[in-house]
């Protein structure tokens, strides 16, 4: 089994600036492409960015420029630098990775539990 455990959301004004982490433990063998997707109040839930083992990036066209995610594959942990955060920002964030638990058993799609990130006009 795989936990996801995010950190770094909360409320800030517009302009403003947050880093959201997640850190992956458990029966981890490999772990493939991690991401951040978010969901609005009454939305349906959205990539936000997702980066792959390589480090290559892709971004939802509303972040382009403003969100950058990283990753450190020694540690198993994702981050999303959330930069000039607009109002319409504000959502849960949920931390995804898609991981093999073995070298023959996967890959499985995991999430966290979700971060708020509230950003206020």
């Known amino acids: 089994q795989v936990q996801l455990v995010e950190s770094g959301g909360g409320l800030v004004q517009a302009g403003g600036s947050l880093r959201l982490s997640c850190a992956a433990s458990?029966?981890?063998?490999?772990?493939?492409?991690m991401g951040w997707y978010r969901q609005a109040l009454g939305k349906q839930r959205e990539l936000v960015a997702v980066?792959?083992?390589?480090?290559?990036?892709n971004y939802a066209d509303s972040v382009k420029g403003r969100f950058t995610i990283s990753r450190d594959n020694a540690k198993n942990t994702v981050h999303l630098q959330m930069n000039s955060l607009k109002p319409e920002d504000t959502a849960v964030y949920y931390c995804?990775?898609?991981?093999?638990?073995?070298?023959?058993?996967?890959?499985?799609?995991?999430w966290g539990q979700g971060t708020q990130v509230t950003v206020s006009s």
């Open positions: 995804n990775l898609e991981a093999y638990t073995s070298w023959i058993s996967g890959p499985y799609n995991y």
């Open positions: 458990g029966s981890i063998f490999r772990i493939n492409a």
């Open positions: 980066i792959t083992s390589g480090g290559s990036a």
